[in-house]
């Protein structure tokens, strides 16, 4: 089906620094052809007004408009619980530069209008098939967005706000099927040491960034040479920032560096070149859902670097909860045992066909009408 714009969610103008504003449910569940809203990104909106002075705000710094954000499901489960910075990077991981909107440079001067876009997508382009991670509308319960402070924005820059208002919308399409859907979580976890960290992922880890709050969109990494995942699954040798992971990065989500100014150069801004973030770990179009170990145990990451307070941004494929799955059953009438695999070329839809340790993580469907 074609994709649909949502409604605009409800704006909100009046607040103070470091608020939770909550965006719920302002999107019919139901389509146009009475079937089932499916959410594949959300797009997060800020229109401002600021006095900026002593020097030029970065645009890689105005995804800072937005303070932590989470995007939660009816049952509990969250889909992304990350900062405006961070979120740009996982945002530019999971969708690559071409997609991504980056924003102007803000120079000094007092009343300057702008706008903040930031993408937060549900769909995947870069795995085996994106879809199995959109969010239908009737499992979606809100987005909140923290509001920043004073010492978030003014970075490099002095920044002092005069307006703003916040609002929603989201690319949607129409299911004419009733699927169960995948879920995957995509949440930061700091560094315990410049060159240690210890996270535990409860599912299936399939991307993993590596970043660092700074100025022009973050801390610079270019000290941070190799990294090792004490892992037997996700790895366990040392491989190097360049050429390993560079290579691997521009590979998977097809950024060349055949600029025409000269041999070798870059096309883009990417922040993943240009030394603001690593992905240590990234899912392509070959990765399936159910792919890969599922992590129970603690996972040690070790590096050679110097920069301080890393984060590790990572998106883990986890069970699709049995509230979820009841609820699904209880709103359409479907006993759970009409439920089939949802595979691409319609073989092997007999979930006894499927290892059981995988069954929680297989895309069902069944007919809607």
Request: hydrophobic share 40%.
């Amino acid at each position: 089906m074609p994709l649909l714009k949502s409604p605009v969610s409800q704006s909100i103008t009046d607040f103070s620094s470091a608020q939770s504003l909550e965006f719920s449910r302002w999107m019919d569940p139901v389509g146009p052809n009475k079937g089932r809203t499916i959410v594949d990104t959300y797009y997060l909106v800020a229109e401002a007004q600021a006095d900026i002075s002593v020097a030029t705000w970065e645009g890689e710094d105005i995804a800072r408009m937005f303070g932590n954000i989470s995007v939660l499901q009816v049952d509990g489960q969250s889909r992304w619980n990350l900062p405006g910075d961070a979120s740009r990077i996982a945002a530019t991981g999971l969708l690559g530069t071409e997609r991504m909107r980056e924003n102007a440079d803000i120079v000094v001067a007092n009343n300057n209008a702008f706008f903040a876009v930031l993408p937060i997508p549900m769909k995947k382009p870069f795995v085996h098939t994106p879809e199995d991670l959109s969010l239908p509308a009737d499992l979606f319960d809100k987005v909140v967005i923290q509001t920043p402070t004073t010492a978030d924005l003014s970075v490099g820059a002095t920044f002092a706000l005069d307006t703003v208002k916040y609002y929603l919308l989201a690319d949607v399409r129409e299911d004419l099927d009733l699927r169960l859907y995948n879920v995957d979580e995509v949440k930061m976890s700091n560094f315990k040491s410049l060159d240690e960290g210890e996270f535990s992922f409860g599912g299936k880890l399939h991307d993993m960034f590596v970043h660092a709050r700074g100025a022009a969109g973050g801390a610079a990494l270019a000290n941070l040479t190799d990294v090792r995942m004490n892992s037997p699954h996700l790895g366990g040798q040392t491989l190097r920032r360049d050429p390993d992971f560079l290579y691997n990065y521009r590979f998977k989500r097809r950024v060349g560096n055949a600029g025409l100014s000269a041999q070798g150069a870059e096309v883009r801004n990417d922040p993943f070149l240009n030394g603001k973030a690593l992905a240590v770990l990234l899912a392509d179009d070959e990765t399936s859902v159910w792919d890969g170990p599922i992590s129970t145990e603690m996972v040690t990451v070790n590096m050679t670097n110097t920069v301080a307070s890393l984060r590790a941004i990572t998106r883990t494929i986890k069970p699709l909860s049995q509230d979820a799955r009841s609820r699904v059953s209880a709103m359409y009438k479907k006993p759970s045992g009409v439920f089939r695999v949802a595979t691409d070329k319609k073989s092997r839809r007999d979930l006894d066909k499927w290892p059981p340790h995988l069954h929680p993580y297989l895309p069902m469907k069944a007919d809607l009408f």
